[in-house]
């Protein structure tokens, strides 16, 4: 391996910068020259790349966001688009991708490297935490953080005006940050895409909580749950429990952006390092990631076939604590 591409796609999160600056300095470290492609798959398609050096991802750590830019390419889901992807890659004699992004960067990735036989690698950068094959995903921990501490805010105007509020967090098809956030910030309950709660359980439970004098009541939803959106909930929760002041928040795209919180850029920076040295070792087709605090190696296509599970113990601990 002489010369790699590293490119960041779909939605952006916290750490990419970390987990670029990673691959780049693990590159030159190794006497690898390596190539920042610009806009996720676009660039690669319209050949927007340059070489990067050490310095030029200096102070990059600490910030959100991905100085590489990131893009949901349209173009690269056509046979035609990936087929201008290989021209340029092989014009700019590339031996290997490196790739930084959630589960549709990982589709894209694992259907070139299966036409083009090219090596691919795959860094887990979402902050959904939906990828099987690690623990976390590069930018959960910031989301969770940023939820949670807006939770923590809104609890504060929840408690003075004895109100109850709904805030759904970011999540369309995995309830991973609404659970995380919600046992850190306190949540009375949480509902997920993965579940089938129901209203009348939802209603059950904050009955309970108004018996046992709840001083303050937040219940999480993501964006994804079968019940529909927070207003929705909301607005059917209101019919049966008048006796409630209702309030919604949509925290939204708050929970993208912001510094890297210190987990995140180390698991970034792990994950980087891992990422060039598995491509040295030969590693091909397969997504970095960390289970039990260990670099693990796994086929791409084995990454985004298996849906994560939540952990269900947490839904148990989240109900004891909710009395
Ligand atoms: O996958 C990350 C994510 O932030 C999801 O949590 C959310 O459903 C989606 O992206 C939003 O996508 P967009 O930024 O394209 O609206």
Not at 46 to 58: C, G
Not at 214 to 221: E, L
Not at 244 to 257: A, E, K, P, S, Y
């Amino acid at each position: 391996i002489k010369k790699i591409g590293v490119l960041t796609s779909g939605g952006d999160a916290p750490g990419m910068n970390a987990a670029v600056r990673a691959v780049v300095r693990a590159s030159i470290y190794y006497g690898i020259e390596v190539y920042g492609i610009y806009r996720g798959y676009d660039g690669l398609i319209n050949d927007k790349m340059e070489e990067l050096h050490v310095r030029s991802v200096s102070n990059i750590l600490s910030r959100g966001g991905t100085f590489l830019l990131s893009a949901r390419s349209e173009a690269f889901r056509t046979k035609e688009g990936r087929a201008k992807a290989y021209e340029n890659f092989k014009a700019r004699e590339l031996d290997a991708l490196v790739v930084i992004g959630g589960d549709g960067s990982f589709t894209g990735a694992d259907i070139f490297s299966q036409e083009y036989d090219v090596p691919v690698i795959g860094i887990p950068g979402t902050i959904d935490n939906d990828l099987a094959g690690t623990d976390y995903t590069i930018g959960f921990d910031t989301a969770c953080n940023t939820a949670r501490e807006a939770i923590d805010k809104i609890r504060d105007t929840a408690s003075s005006h004895d109100r109850l509020f709904f805030i759904e967090v970011m999540g369309r098809d995995a309830g991973f940050i609404a659970v995380n956030s919600a046992i850190g910030g306190g949540a009375v309950a949480m509902i997920v895409p993965e579940h089938n709660w129901s209203i009348d359980q939802l209603i059950k439970r904050l009955r309970k909580g108004a018996a046992n004098q709840k001083a303050s009541n937040v219940v999480i939803i993501a964006e994804g749950c079968k019940l529909g959106n927070a207003y929705d909930v909301a607005a059917k929760v209101k019919e049966q429990l008048d006796y409630f002041d209702i309030r919604v928040t949509v925290l939204g795209h708050l929970q993208r952006g912001g510094s890297p919180t210190t987990m995140d850029r180390v698991l970034a920076s792990r994950l980087g390092v891992a990422a060039v040295e598995g491509l040295r070792d030969g590693q091909s087709k397969v997504m970095v990631g960390v289970i039990n605090n260990r670099i693990t190696y796994t086929p791409i296509g084995e990454a985004i076939k298996t849906v994560k599970r939540l952990d269900d113990d947490e839904f148990r601990i989240a109900k004891i604590l909710s009395i």
